[in-house]
């Protein structure tokens, strides 16, 4: 069973940037899409960015394109997404996920586990 550990977020003012971090232990996680989605209180769970097990493809979320960029590092069995121009409407927690598959995609049905969350704060 694989665990994942988010880091990096943290309160922001809107325009700024942060680094989130997925660390992956358990099992290898080179064959296997990683994603990012988030949560804001008192809405639904939405879909930010998708890579493929090789970091070659990427899908974002329509909020977040031109804007997010998502990256891994297999020999590290890591992912991160790098978050600049920060909005308030990025406020939320952020989950980093492991896919069940290699490519990537925006649905949370091919999601095979689950961080814990990080939260990421943007003041306006």
């Not at 008192?42 to 804007?67: H, L, P, Q």
Request: glycine share 10%.
């Amino acid at each position: 069973q694989v665990q994942l550990v988010e880091s990096g977020g943290g309160a922001v003012q809107a325009g700024g940037s942060l680094r989130l971090s997925c660390a992956a232990s358990g099992r290898s996680i080179n064959a296997y899409a990683m994603g990012w989605f988030r949560q804001a209180p008192g809405k639904e769970r939405e879909f930010v960015s998708a890579i493929s097990w090789s970091g070659i493809s990427t899908v974002y979320g329509d909020s977040v394109k031109g804007r997010f960029t998502a990256s891994r590092d297999n020999e590290k069995n890591s992912s991160y997404l790098e978050m600049n121009a920060l909005k308030p409407e990025d406020t939320a927690v952020y989950y980093c996920t492991l896919s069940k598959y290699a490519l990537a995609t925006a649905d949370e049905s091919d999601v095979d586990s689950w961080g814990q969350g990080t939260q990421v704060t943007v003041s306006s």
